[in-house]
């Protein structure tokens, strides 16, 4: 079972930067993908980045160039650098883990509690 913590939300100004960690435990799985999500009130939860062990990312296009996922694979630690922080980037904001034995096996997936983050105009 994929445990995992996340940290680094809070409240900020219109324009300004906030770190997003997400720390991932009990995994064995050789393949894996981590990512966060967000979820404003009222809307679907939508995909902000994610990243692959080999360290490829994806970015949805509301936060390409303002937004910058990384990872640590000896900590099975993600990082979710944001930058340019809009009002309509508040959500609260999930990590995912999805994992695999192999690229033909089905992928499961874990998800953090969630970290609000809140950006004032």
């Known amino acids: 079972q994929v445990q995992l913590v996340e940290s680094g939300g809070g409240l900020v100004q219109a324009g300004g930067s906030l770190r997003l960690f997400c720390a991932a435990s009990g995994s064995t799985f050789p393949i894996n993908l981590m990512g966060w999500y967000r979820q404003a009130p009222g809307k679907q939860r939508e995909l902000v980045a994610t990243i692959t062990n080999g360290g490829l990312p994806t970015y949805a296009d509301s936060v390409k160039g303002r937004f910058t996922i990384s990872r640590d694979n000896a900590k099975n630690t993600v990082y979710l650098q944001m930058n340019s922080l809009k009002p309509e980037d508040t959500a609260v904001y999930y990590c995912?883990?999805?994992?695999?034995?192999?690229?033909?096996?089905?992928?499961?997936?874990?998800w953090g509690q969630g970290t609000q983050v809140t950006v004032s105009s």
């Open positions: 995912k883990f999805s994992g695999a034995y192999s690229p033909a096996s089905r992928f499961n997936d874990y």
